[in-house]
């Protein structure tokens, strides 16, 4: 009962008092307005980092609090004596530092970021509400500005990352990878894009917990998001371009609440590689909860 309560005292300080400079990046992005929203997020990171030991939202820091999976990965827990649940909590922290300004001559920024997403049964009471699964991401990121037009997009930053993403399982359960990736981000009016192919770095067949996984995730995804007024409709796509079809569709939209500077978020996933216990399970998830960044 006490690790319950204490996650949920972190996650209301989140909500409702965030960190210095994920309230300061994320509180200064007007949906409606008609400047890029690429170019509101990095003057309002800019603004963040003189703050000092701010922390800058990364990708999407959103709760929850109530999630169906129609398909649950039950094979997988059956050895420990285990049942999930369908409905679960889920929510998402991620978080950035900036490390170096003028990477290369001037050129260029270097920071750290770190993701968690967790998968919490916090409704099943009769095996004592367990975290079922939390995913670890800590980057080192290398981003630098450009801007060119291709297929009428316009291209606004590339970015070089080196990423370990592992669930700090033990044994049979354990589930991690190694990835170096490039992600360039384009933008047309009120439409934006970003495309991130990967590369896996070898690890020997000793050490390796999951050596099909590229079987499943593919080698890149492919974001979307469009804005209209105060809603952001996301998209995230991935396939492994394989005759032995493997894939995962991610469906979002955040929308004002009336009254309050969050915003509602309703998240829907079909596919493979949700969490990385699942990376070979297809889940079929809708979960609705509130979002407190998003990646734009």
């Known amino acids: 009962m006490t690790k319950t309560k204490n996650v949920l005292l972190i996650i209301g300080y989140l909500l ?19 400047e890029s929203a690429i170019t509101a ?18 990708k999407q820091n959103y709760i929850l609090p109530i999630t169906y999976n129609k398909t649950p990965n039950r094979r997988v827990y059956a050895d420990l004596g285990e049942d999930p649940d369908d409905v679960e909590l889920k929510f998402q922290l991620s978080f950035k530092v900036p490390l170096v300004k003028g990477l290369i001559a001037g050129y ?23 975290f079922r699964e939390t995913n670890y991401e800590p980057e080192l990121v290398a981003n630098f500005p450009v801007d060119y037009s291709l297929f009428g ?42 495309v991130r192919p990967w590369y896996r770095i070898p690890e020997s067949a000793s050490d390796d917990d999951n050596p099909d996984i590229e079987k499943y995730f593919g080698y890149g995804e492919l974001y979307a998001l469009y804005l209209h007024k105060e809603h952001r409709f996301g998209l995230m796509l991935r396939n492994n371009l394989r005759q032995d079809n493997r894939g995962a569709l991610l469906l979002d939209w955040s929308f004002p609440i009336p009254g309050n500077n969050l ?34």
């Open 108 to 130: 260029g920024d270097l920071f750290a970021g770190y993701t968690q997403q967790s998968f919490w049964q916090a409704y099943n009471s009769s095996q004592s509400s367990p």
């Open 153 to 194: 997009l316009r291209s606004r930053f590339i970015s070089f990352a080196l990423s370990h993403q592992s669930n700090g399982r033990s044994a049979d359960l354990s589930r991690s990878w190694n990835r170096v990736y490039a992600l360039a981000a384009f933008e047309r009016g009120n439409f934006y894009c970003a």
């Open 41 to 58: 997020r990095q003057q309002s990171e800019a603004r963040a980092e003189s703050t000092r030991f701010s922390l800058l939202p990364y």
């Open 263 to 296: 915003h509602g978020y309703l998240q829907i996933f079909s596919g493979y590689g949700e969490s990385l216990i699942d990376y070979n399970h297809s889940n079929n998830r809708i979960g609705i909860g509130i979002l407190v960044s998003n990646w734009l």
């Open 16 to 34: 409702g008092a965030p960190l210095g400079g994920i309230a300061c990046a994320a509180e200064s992005i007007p949906a409606t307005s008609v």
